[in-house]
Structures are given as C-alpha cells and as structure tokens.
C-alpha cells in the first residue's frame, strides 16, 4: 500500500508562491519506483492535471497552459515530490492531489492508481 501525504497549501496573494510537498510514506516504498502526478480540482470542476514526472528516465511533462509557472521536482532521499507555484493566480485556487502509479504516467488522472488527500491551494487578496 502506498500513502501518499501532501502539504503546503494555504492561502496566498495573487502573484505570490507556494511550495506544495508529496511525500510518500510506508517501509520499504520508494518513489523513485513510481511515476508520481500533481492534478487539482476546482469546485465545480473535473480534476486537471498540472504536472508529472516518470521515474524511468525523469521525463517532466506539464499541462501547457500551467508551463512556466510551475515546477515539478523530486527528492529521492526524502522519498518527496514538490510542486513550485509561482506568479499565482485566482484561478489556480483548487484542491491539489499527487497521484503514483508504477507504471501508469502522464495527465491523464486514470493512469494513477494511488491518491493523496489533497491540500487546499487559496489565491485572493
């Protein structure tokens, strides 16, 4: 079983930044043996996806309308993925998810398999 716990979210101001966390917890499990994904939902909204990254070869693949503004990344020591969200807007506000698969990758959320419980991502002055 993989638990996937994220942190970081929080209200910001339009234009400023937030650092999101994925940490991957459980003995024995290793992120790096999983291509991990970061999707939000806005209310209202289907999930999107914002970002991915494959553990075969570290391909990072963003949804082109998010491209610039945010960076996916990982730390295999701390067993963590993180998403950098810079120049925030109202319209980032959503709940944000990572997501892991071992095979399963991309923007599509139904390549996933495993799920966080989402951190709330606030943009408005």
């Known amino acids: 079983q993989v638990l996937l716990v994220e942190s970081g979210g929080g209200l910001v101001q339009p234009g400023g930044s937030l650092k999101l966390s994925c940490a991957a917890l459980?003995?024995?499990?290793?992120?790096?043996?999983?291509?991990i994904g970061w999707f939000r939902q806005a209310p209202g909204k289907e999930r999107e996806a914002v970002a991915c990254i494959v553990s075969s070869d570290g391909s990072i693949y963003y949804d082109d309308s998010l491209k610039g503004r945010f960076t996916i990344s990982s730390d295999n020591a701390k067993n963590t993925v993180y998403l950098q969200m810079n120049s925030l807007k109202p319209e980032d506000t959503a709940v944000y998810y990572c997501a892991a698969d071992p095979t399963g990758w991309g923007l599509r959320d139904d390549e996933y398999t495993f799920w966080g419980q989402g951190t709330q991502v606030t943009v408005s002055s």
């Open positions: 459980g003995s024995g499990f290793s992120l790096d043996w999983y291509n």
